[in-house]
């Protein structure tokens, strides 16, 4: 690492080589993530020639600042004033207000805490069974047995999917979150193997493919009364598609290594249930399943007495800040009854998840299962990781349940 | 600086000082009202930092807003009249000695 100026514009913004889009960096990123808090409040990343910032004020001030670091020049490394997007930008993660006012507000609907109730029962029963079913097994892998077999169980039928092409989802989703990060083999690979999945997903999100009363029905009736377009409705669906399901993947596959690593928490839930959502959520801030997304700078700015100009690309460490020790108590703990309001893993500010009701609803009720039903979780096999640029999350996850 | 009142759901009464321009819902988290769960952080989005405003109060409050209606629509513990996200509501001095009761449950 070295202080360097950069152009003139930034003489005490530390420079650093790390790139945190390398496979090395994904085995262990917390020694890099201490290293880029450490450095100072805004850094800067000589690999992808990007600003970064990695403590929790910095990541909540940027996150809060919509109008300033703005979206719709791309939630990833490629600035869409500058480049094409791989695809058609998102009308509610890739833009500002005023445009994103309206589709946000259809979404909020859509994802409401009203409509959670609606769903919530069928949600829990079908965790009930899941977590029943591989008791009798006993022995299976947490990754597709669990973490993708129930969100797979239960979102697409929410959303109103037809039952054929469902193995498009979390390919496609895979390929949305790769193309977040920079133009590395992950991200290329990803891409060049997109043309199933995209035409899949494209023709899910017409009107006609989706069944009465789904949330992606819903949007499209936003659209019969006006509040966006019959042209809208379809990119909105598409992004209930995109991070609707590898999210919560990742979520539940993240609370699910923490009990199993964690002994005495899962015993803490065992004992009282009523955790079973602040377990979920605290393992989102832990591990944070969303690990990054960046802004573009639409003015000269300064952040935290360091100037950035204008139309330079901002990358948010969010898992770094979740676990900043300026923001949290043993932020490195896993801890069921942390009082856990405020971390970034969903995001803050207006783009904060539109979809973490769904999250918590999904994570809470497999955590309930397992506090009732499960004595203990124990890994009995190889960990693998799983790599993409932007999402934490693992292949492999080999446990065995013992019965409570 | 202002106070807030909160009530408990068991009617145990808490004062607490709130500083001006921090919403409700901060304020009950800097004492550790654990009856405020606020899992959004303030975004307007879960609804679970729902309170009852003391009726003599309502009126002094800001309307609620088209995204607090939705939301409120979805709390865990009944919607009544007087119910508000504590999130929404903005301490300023003319809110100095606010009563805000607790629900039972928020998720």
């Known amino acids: ?404 | 600086m202002p106070t807030i009142t909160f009530i408990h759901p068991d009617n145990r009464r808490q004062r607490v000082e709130a500083e001006i321009g921090d919403s409700a819902m901060r304020t009950a988290l800097a004492h550790g009202i654990d009856e405020i769960v606020a899992e959004c952080g303030g975004n307007a989005v879960c609804a679970t930092c729902h309170v009852y405003v003391d009726e003599a109060w309502l009126p002094k409050l800001a309307p609620v807003a088209a995204d607090e209606d939705d939301l409120l629509d979805g709390t865990a513990s009944e919607r009544l009249p007087n119910s508000r996200l504590s999130c929404q509501i903005k301490i300023t001095p003319a809110l100095d000695g606010l009563v805000l009761r607790l629900p039972e449950r928020q998720t």
């Open chain 1, 1 to 404: 690492m070295s202080a360097a100026a950069d152009g003139g514009s930034s003489s005490t913004i530390p420079r650093l080589g790390i790139d945190p889009f390398a496979l090395d960096f994904f085995d262990d990123p917390y020694p890099t993530h201490q290293e880029l808090r450490e450095a100072g409040p805004v850094v800067y990343l000589d690999k992808w020639n990007v600003y970064g910032v990695a403590r929790y004020a910095e990541v909540h001030a940027v996150l809060n600042d919509p109008m300033t670091f703005c979206s719709s020049r791309g939630a990833g490394l490629s600035d869409f004033a500058k480049e094409t997007p791989w695809r058609p930008p998102s009308l509610i993660l890739e833009a500002d207000p005023p445009a994103h006012t309206r589709t946000r507000a259809v979404l909020s609907k859509v994802l409401s805490p009203a409509v959670m109730k609606q769903i919530k029962d069928r949600f829990v029963a079908a965790a009930a069974a899941k977590v029943d079913e591989l008791l009798g097994r006993r022995h299976f892998d947490a990754i597709p047995d669990l973490a993708e077999a129930y969100p797979l169980s239960v979102f697409p039928d929410a959303m109103g999917l037809r039952q054929e092409g469902r193995e498009h989802l979390l390919p496609y989703a895979g390929v949305v979150f790769n193309a977040f990060g920079p133009p590395n083999e992950l991200r290329q690979t990803a891409i060049e193997r997109s043309m199933p999945h995209q035409a899949y997903v494209a023709e899910q999100c017409q009107r006609d493919s989706l069944s009465p009363g789904g949330f992606g029905a819903c949007i499209h009736a936003f659209a019969k009364n006006g509040e966006i377009t019959d042209a809208e409705a379809p990119l909105l669906v598409r992004s209930l598609l995109s991070a609707g399901l590898d999210t919560t993947v990742n979520g539940i596959a993240a609370a699910i290594y923490c009990l199993a690593r964690y002994p005495e928490q899962m015993a803490r839930l065992r004992d009282d249930p009523s955790l079973a959502r602040n377990a979920f959520e605290e393992a989102v801030r832990f591990e944070s399943p969303v690990q990054t997304f960046f802004r573009t700078t639409t003015r000269d700015v300064e952040i935290s007495g360091n100037r950035i100009g204008e139309g330079e690309k901002v990358l948010m460490f969010l898992a770094a800040a979740n676990r900043d020790p300026r923001r949290w108590t043993d932020p490195d703990r896993y801890d069921i009854t942390r009082k856990i309001s405020g971390h970034v893993g969903f995001g803050s500010g207006i783009h904060m998840c539109v979809g973490q009701l769904v999250a918590r609803l999904e994570g809470e009720a497999v955590l309930t299962a397992f506090a009732r039903k499960v004595g203990s979780v124990a890994i009995s096999g190889p960990v693998k990781r799983r790599y993409n640029n932007t999402l934490r999350g693992l292949e492999s996850l080999p446990i065995t349940l013992t019965p409570a």
